[in-house]
């Protein structure tokens, strides 16, 4: 058996409305993973010890664990406590917190950063905890973890096939149904993985170029 | 509860295979990153080449699309390989090819000045490589083997979806039988962190042995 | 008259390290008082005490009449901050925000803290910034600035919040020799104003002895020697007093603090 490019011709503008809603679920558990995960660094540093802590252990947790079975867990138990969430919203949200936890070390970092002095200054002009994040901390915190933040996003592209496993109709399933169709599986699963290789390689691109703009920010004001 | 203690041997069954892969597939990654990640650099140019092929094509897509390709398609051009040598060498492929990076990003970092002693001994390339710079570029590259250790055992769940039973695999039969979500999906997930904690702990345990009696060499601290 | 800064009976350490043992202090509205003493003598900390930086652990610390620290007890967040608007800090490494302007390192926190519009606190920052002789470097960046000029910013911003007491922890501290002048004029200009409290934490025996009313000299974490400075830096009655100065005098090594 042979590629046969006349048949992945024919089933590439399937996969294409795959991929876009592979690329739609990437963008929108970036969305989560970045907003949940700033709010996770912020509490885990600035928040009581208790929720601090909360917040440490179950960061270490995310990240020890599969996300197909958090993705599992959420489609199983969401309906069982009254959750009725779509199997592409349930996805988002697994792809979302699973990566808010890894985003949250990578903001912390960023914030940990910013000197001493910059909190002390901010409190010494009277500003309150929200303004001294918003207006101090944060600004300088956060562009230079943006190429870190870049490579989580493609790591999450990386990984949002697994959303096939609960059905959602995103490049590999479709390239999979495709290929028990039709029992060629070569010309499916090779085209997805190019589509991948392609934008991931795109991707890399971009963030050497974020790498070179935010790489570096003064900090000795 | 215990009806959920009697799921566990079941589960533990599971577990043996998912550790099984991890391992074998961990001593391959570790051959594969060492040879991909030197010859990347220190190669003669087709090999580097084929090197550098390797990572960034196992890099940019992502471990199920093979698992998948290799499953599914590879079989399609007449290479029949089963499905637990399928998992050990996909698994170990892919995180080949991330140790790789790592492999040569601690290398880099041994600085000039090392390379230029040994040459000045009268080490040659390979010497001054096998004597003076692996060996500590090796206490650079611990931590984030450690992270791809514990990476490697997480995409370990994916071979269920290629019909290994594995723990992710039982703890789906048991919830189809028993529709006990919840307890089967923790219980799961804690199996997994405690892998995982086992991995960190190794780790840092095969960290202090590399550092005994050694400051960090030409490595700034 | 009323006191601006009152430390009553204040301990506090670090760890095994006490910092301040015993420690009474009181600094009368309007007073320019020059802390002097070596390094780890506790007198930085006196200034982070009363920015409301660090607590204490015994005594009691009054910041304008008000009770800012009693013994181990916090005051609430909110609190804290009403009291640290009673003072101004200008920190040895400026700590300028590196992200705004020079002009909005002045007028962010009067807008954000003050509830001041943002067009008459950009006016006032611009007035401040010309009284320290920086008014064309408004639209700079922090770092385009020499040391000298970010610690004029640094004191232009900690005015703009009008604060009746200022703390200056070292501010020549970190700067090269040629740049001190510029800070020490824009001090002096401030002191001869009037009107302000001002706490000076210096290595500059000179420029203290000039513009102070009064000069303390801290070791240990205590008052040591306490008086105008004709006294204290003209003819200390302290033995340790005497050492320190001499020391000073023979160009030790107190700058590198």
Redesign the interface.
């Known amino acids: ?1 042979t590629f046969d490019w006349a048949y992945a011709a024919a089933i590439l503008p399937a996969l294409l409305e795959g991929l876009v809603i592979t690329v739609q679920a990437t963008a929108l558990g970036m969305v989560v993973a970045l907003t949940l995960g700033l709010a996770m660094a912020v509490v885990r540093q600035g928040g009581p010890r208790w929720l601090g802590w909360s917040v440490g252990q179950f960061i270490e ?1 995310v ?8 993705l ?2 959420l489609f ?2 969401l309906p ?1 406590i009254g959750v009725a969430l779509s199997p592409l919203a349930t996805g988002i949200l697994a792809l979302g917190v699973h990566y808010a936890a890894y985003c949250a070390e990578v903001y912390r970092a960023g914030i940990n950063g910013v ?1 001493r ?2 909190w ?2 901010a ?7 929200w ?1 001294t994040w918003r ?2 901390v944060l ?2 915190a956060l562009p230079p973890v943006i190429p870190a933040l870049g490579n989580y996003l493609v790591a999450m592209f ?2 949002t ?2 959303l ?2 609960i059905t959602v109709m995103e490049v ?1 399933q479709v ?2 149904i495709t ?1 028990a169709e039709s029992f ?3 010309e499916p ?2 085209l ?2 190019v589509m ?2 392609a934008l ?2 795109a991707a ?1 691109q971009l963030i050497r170029g974020l790498e070179r703009r935010f790489g570096r ?5 | 509860m215990t009806d959920s203690l009697a799921m566990l041997p079941l589960l533990l069954e599971g577990l043996r295979l998912t550790l099984q892969i991890t391992v074998l597939a961990a001593v391959l990654a570790l051959v594969l990153a060492i040879v991909a990640g030197l010859a990347r650099s220190y190669a003669p140019r087709p090999l580097a080449w084929l090197a550098a092929t390797y990572v ?2 196992f ?8 698992l ?2 290799f499953f ?2 590879l079989p ?3 290479v029949e390989l089963g499905a637990f040598v399928t998992a050990v060498l996909v698994l170990g492929l892919n995180s080949g090819a991330y140790g790789a990076e790592v492999v040569r990003g601690a290398i880099g970092a041994v600085p000039r000045g090392q390379w230029e002693a040994a040459t000045s001994l009268g080490y040659g390339r390979l010497g001054a490589l096998r004597r003076v710079v692996f060996p500590q570029a090796a206490l650079a590259m611990v931590p984030p083997a450690g992270n791809l250790a ?1 990476e490697l ?6 071979v ?2 290629i019909t290994l039973s594995d723990l ?1 695999f039982r ?2 039969i048991l ?1 189809a039988e028993t529709l006990r ?2 307890e089967i ?1 923790i219980l ?2 804690v199996l ?2 405690l892998a ?2 086992f991995i960190t702990h190794g780790m840092g345990r095969l960290e202090r042995h590399l550092a005994r009696g050694r400051d960090h060499g030409g490595l700034a601290p | 008259m009323s006191l601006a800064l009152a430390f009553r009976d204040v301990g506090k350490r670090f760890g095994e390290t006490r910092v301040l043992e015993a420690f009474d202090l009181e600094v009368p509205s309007g007073e320019k008082l020059a802390i002097i003493g070596p390094s780890g003598s506790g007198k930085s900390t006196v200034l982070r005490i009363a ?3 660090e607590g204490i652990d015994t005594g009691r610390v009054e910041l304008m009449g008000e009770t800012l620290w009693e013994g181990t007890r916090r005051p609430p ?1 909110r609190e804290l ?1 009403r009291l ?2 009673q ?3 200008v ?1 040895q ?7 705004m302007s020079v002009l909005e390192n002045i007028w ?2 009067p807008v ?3 509830g001041i519009g943002r067009e008459e606190a950009e006016t006032r920052a611009r007035e401040l910034l010309s009284r320290v002789g920086l008014a064309e470097r408004a639209e700079a ?3 385009q ?1 020499s040391g000298g000029q ?1 610690q004029r910013v640094a004191i232009a ?2 005015l703009a ?1 009008r604060p009746p007491v200022m703390l200056f922890d070292e501010v020549t501290s970190a700067l090269d020799p040629e740049m001190v002048g510029e800070v020490l004029g824009v001090l002096r200009d401030l002191a001869d104003q009037g009107g302000i409290t001002m706490l000076l934490v210096t290595h500059e025996m000179q420029f203290a002895a000039e513009i102070a009313d009064r000069v303390v000299f801290m070791d240990g974490g205590r008052v040591v020697e306490d008086g105008p400075p004709s006294q204290v830096i003209g003819a200390p009655v302290e033995p340790r007093t005497r050492a320190f100065l001499a020391s000073v005098l023979r160009g030790a090594d107190v700058r590198a603090d």
């Open positions: 058996m947790f990240r020890s664990t599969p996300l197909l079975i958090q599992y867990f199983y138990v069982e000197s002095g910059q002390e200054a409190a010494s002009l009277g500003f309150s905890p303004q207006r101090v600004p300088q990386k990984d096939p697994l096939s496993a590999l390239a999979k290929g060629r599986y070569l699963l090779t997805v993985g991948f290789l991931s390689l890399a920010l003064g900090r000795a004001a | 960034e094509i890099r940019g897509t992502s471990a199920l699309i093979q998948f390709w599914f398609a399609l051009l007449g514990i055992l997480k995409n370990t769940a994916l269920s979806m992710t703890a789906q919830r979500t919840v999906f799961v997930l997994y962190y995982a904690r | 920015m409301a930086l967040e901050r640290r608007l003072a101004g800090m920190f490494h400026f700590n300028l925000f590196p992200h962010r926190a954000d803290v003050a960046m922090p770092d600035l970010k911003r900690a919040m």
